[in-house]
């Protein structure tokens, strides 16, 4: 995919790791960061974009916690502190889903189809109404959760008994899947982020605004229940 750049794929990898810091960041203390949430789910609705970018609304401050998550996930220094193997998990998990739901034609038609129900809910409601977030939720575990693997998401018991909070990760998860995608259609593939770490920081570090910041985990929670 030579009319790619090394950015467009970290872009598309910039856009797992968000969605993989906010699934954890919600699971463990209900909150995450507002623009990155709504810039991830919104990328769930965007038909022929013009770039890369464009995905996550055209501006780079959109995917600054992923941009900051990814250059603290995969850098190769001793500041092994800086590293969360529950977002990597998440992050390859989506990587893996996303290739196994590709190959399935007929759950692909209905992601499409029960995205398009949530696209006419915006219209009603609002574009990220709780009713437009459990939809996205739905969409996620009826077409996603009996593909494996199957994501065990760790955390708080009161977070992840929230019903609100459940749908927002689970309808991150579908846009982390939906970035696996993007990364993939621009040349992006587990084999290359091997060989090709070093350009993956490169490209993260000169889309980087500032500094990243991280949490703690604990407890269990299914998303596919």
């Known amino acids: 995919m030579s009319q790619y750049s090394d950015q467009d794929r970290a872009i598309g990898l910039i856009g797992i790791y968000q969605c993989a810091k906010m699934v954890y960041d919600l699971a463990t203390t209900g909150k995450t960061n507002q623009t990155a949430f709504e ?10 974009p013009e770039s890369t970018l464009d995905v996550f609304g055209g501006k780079v401050e959109n995917i ?23 977002i990597t998990r998440y992050v390859l998990s989506m990587i893996i889903l ?12 209905r992601i499409y189809s029960m995205l398009d129900t949530a696209k006419s809910q915006q219209q009603h409601f609002g574009e990220l109404h709780e009713n437009v977030i459990a939809s996205l939720a739905r969409t996620y ?25 459940a749908n927002k990760i689970r309808a991150l998860l579908l846009a982390g899947i939906r970035a696996a ?6 040349g992006g593939s587990r084999w290359a982020l091997i060989w090709s770490r070093k350009k993956y920081l490169r490209a993260a570090q000169s889309l980087a605004r500032f500094q990243p910041d991280d949490q703690e985990p604990p407890k269990f929670f299914n998303p596919d229940e």
């Open 39 to 48: 810039s991830s789910l919104r990328s769930l609705f965007i038909e022929n």
């Open 181 to 186: 995608t993007l990364w993939r259609q621009v």
């Open 141 to 165: 575990t009826e077409n996603v959760s009996d593909v494996h693997p199957r994501v065990m998401v760790n955390g708080k018991h009161g977070h992840l008994q929230n019903p609100l909070v």
């Open 98 to 109: 996303e290739k196994k739901l590709g190959r399935d034609e007929a759950k692909m038609q």
């Open 64 to 86: 600054q916690l992923g941009v900051n998550t990814l250059l603290a996930q995969m850098s190769s220094d001793q500041a092994v502190l800086n590293r969360n193997v529950e």
